[in-house]
């Protein structure tokens, strides 16, 4: 299969094309199936859908690889025993809190966080901490960030943004490329939509394959991938 693409099509489909243990890492960013933001099928279908893919990740993701599943719970946490019972180890719950992401709802707290589960492979999985900028501007090598990671929301105003409605952004994939996996680890993206993880790959020098069933997001990621060099220098994380 060619590298450094993102295929127009079903990531079930696309999956069983790539080669046991052939990759590094894989961030999968399903839609979420919840109340009040995606529901499009019901939540059994849903999470046996989960289970497939949790199969096709544990074939696909090599011995000391990672898989990062975006979500938020009721359904992440569901997900999160299903990994385990497909044979992941489960490690961490990343809390991305949506700093400017408070609205006016009376009857309940503002949803504004995301989540981020994270797998290990095998408890030889890569990890490394990333060295982070300090107030005085050095940066500080192996600091231990936790896991409450802040960032605004990814709108279409937002200066990294598209019209994806649910970007990622690039900071958190840069950082959780540079920590799961070294230069010219094969990365795996099921679910691209606008391509913020090949970005992410291109600019640190990882392979990446991706797929997106959506013909206007692939699209999108095109474009937005051919503004993209090689980063240089020291990466903010
Ligand atoms: C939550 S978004 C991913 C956003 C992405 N992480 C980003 O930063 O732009 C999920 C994407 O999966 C796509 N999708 C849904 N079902 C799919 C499938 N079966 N195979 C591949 N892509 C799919 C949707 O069109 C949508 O663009």
């Not at 900028?133 to 050095?138: C, R, T």
């Not at 699209?219 to 240089?232: F, P, V, Y």
Request: net charge positive.
């Amino acid at each position: 299969m060619e590298l450094n693409k993102i295929y127009n099509e079903d990531c079930m489909q696309g999956m069983r094309k790539l080669d046991n243990n052939s990759i590094q890492f894989i961030f999968s960013d399903p839609p979420y199936n919840l109340i009040g933001l995606d529901v499009f099928m019901d939540s059994r279908t849903y999470i046996g859908m989960a289970r497939q893919r949790a199969k096709e990740y544990l074939r696909l993701v090599d011995y000391n690889g990672t898989v990062v599943i975006c979500g938020r719970p009721p359904i992440l946490a569901e997900i999160v025993l299903l990994m385990q019972e497909e044979g992941f180890i489960f490690t961490d719950w990343i809390t991305w809190w949506k700093v400017d992401s408070i609205t006016a709802k009376k009857d309940g707290y503002s949803k504004n966080y995301e989540v981020f589960a994270v797998f290990r492979r095998s408890p030889f999985s890569k990890f490394k901490h990333l060295p982070v900028p300090s107030k005085s501007g050095n940066y500080n090598a192996n600091v231990n960030i936790g896991s409450i990671w802040k960032h605004c929301k990814i709108s279409s105003q937002h200066k990294e943004g598209t019209k994806h409605p649910t970007q990622k952004p690039i900071k958190f994939l840069r950082r959780f490329i540079e920590t799961f996996s070294d230069e010219s680890d094969l990365i795996l993206d099921p679910f691209m939509g606008s391509g913020t993880t090949a970005v992410a790959c291109k600019e640190l020098r990882r392979k990446y394959v991706g797929f997106e069933i959506n013909p206007e997001y692939v699209n999108m990621a095109n474009k937005r991938l051919e503004t993209i060099t090689e980063i240089q220098e020291k990466l903010k994380y």
